[in-house]
């Protein structure tokens, strides 16, 4: 059905009864324009001015069909939802945890509004009740109004979405400003950055500007691809966490591969369910750091990170030529990365440094993991 709005209803204040006429010809609303119209008095009306159901609608929305989308609330504290047809009839459509605040014109999604508390907070779902966004964001009565929004989430750090279910910045940041449609000014840290859409991507131009000139060209590649997010733009010379980096060799496996690599293994790690923690796992190139912990916020070392590029390497199926590498600190590779870091040396996808040490126990900074995965990326 066209889900088209019309009218909201939303339950705040008591006014005088209302009827609201199924029929599309007879339909009208007896109320001043700034009012807003208490459920409890709404009456809907057959074409032949018969009462259908009774006054605890809790959300009531017209469609441009003529039907009128109704909410039932239930004792549970779920809605009953029910489409009244032209002839007042009534169809039950779905039993849902939220009220329905508005249909988006161009999708049909519905956006939905929760109370938590005397809190309201707003969600998106689909025409058929699958969860886009659940309701996460706080109350905004003009939400979703155009292509993008900005919208603070309950942690209070503000992001941008749109109601497609895209999210265009990542919700990271204490404020932020739209220039216009292509471009925002965020506050992160007490510092101003400008992100601007290059070629549909949204690029965090101020962070990535003073990158050192060793890094800037994969830089400027990985995030073509898409591969970088506005979180990790923000923190390219940190040390880069077991999470953040099975972002980055998912994002990349997918992209080279063109394959979406599907999460089929259960989920043992009691402390993750980052979705690309697990894709990685499903895959079989990380494992946990113990039986049922993944410690996804844990910095990776150098020796971590070859043993899972050369898993990697190992699932695109290519073909390294053996050389030999022989590391001044060779000594201080742990055995089970010592074979990795041959692998990933052959490639030349990691290397050691000026001294010809690998360095095995250090930190990967983000800048290094973005240059290593680019250099992967375009093997042959």
């Keep these: ?159 941008v979405f749109t109601i497609e279910g895209e999210e265009i910045i990542n919700p990271i940041f204490k404020s932020i400003k739209k220039i216009n449609n292509e471009n925002f000014e965020c506050i992160y840290n007490n510092k101003t950055y400008t992100i601007k859409n290059i070629n549909g991507i949204y690029v965090n131009e101020t962070a990535i500007k003073n990158v050192n000139n060793w890094a800037k060209d994969s830089l400027e590649k990985a995030l073509k691809l898409n591969f970088v997010s506005q979180d990790l733009q923000l923190k390219l010379n940190d040390y880069i966490t077991r999470e953040q980096f099975c972002e980055l060799i998912v994002k990349l496996y997918e992209e080279k591969t063109s394959f979406q690599i599907p999460i089929r293994k259960k989920n043992i790690f009691i402390d993750t369910n980052n979705k690309y923690v697990l894709k990685a796992y499903s895959l079989g190139i990380v494992s946990g750091k113990s039986e049922n912990k993944f410690e996804p916020n844990s910095y990776i070392t150098r020796e971590e990170s070859a043993v899972i590029l050369s898993n990697l390497i190992g699932k695109m199926e290519y073909s390294i030529t053996e050389v030999g590498y022989i590391y001044k600190d060779n000594n201080l590779i742990s055995n089970w990365a010592k074979e990795p870091v041959q692998i990933v040396s052959n490639a030349k996808i990691m290397n050691g440094d000026n001294n010809n040490n690998f360095n095995p126990k250090d930190n990967y900074k983000v800048i290094e993991a973005i240059s290593t995965i680019m250099r992967l990326y375009e093997l042959k």
Excluded: R
Aim: glycine share 6%; aromatic share 14%.
């Design 1 to 159: 059905m066209n889900k088209k709005c019309i009218v909201t209803i939303l339950s705040i204040v008591f006014l005088s009864n209302i009827n609201i006429y199924a029929n599309q010809h007879n339909f009208k609303i007896n109320k001043n324009d700034n009012d807003i119209i208490s459920m409890e008095n709404i009456e809907v009306l057959d074409i032949n001015n018969n009462k259908v159901g009774n006054k605890n609608w809790s959300s009531a929305v017209v469609l441009n069909s003529g039907n009128l989308l109704v909410g039932e609330f239930k004792t549970d504290k779920t809605y009953d939802y029910y489409e009244i047809n032209k002839q007042g009839e009534k169809s039950f459509i779905t039993n849902s945890k939220y009220y329905i605040k508005d249909i988006d014109s161009k999708t049909g999604n519905f956006i939905t509004v929760k109370n938590e508390n005397n809190n309201y907070y707003l969600g998106v779902l689909d025409k058929e009740f699958n969860i886009i966004y659940d309701n996460i964001f706080e109350y905004k009565e003009n939400a979703f109004e155009e292509y993008s929004d900005i919208l603070k989430l309950k942690d209070g750090k503000y992001g």
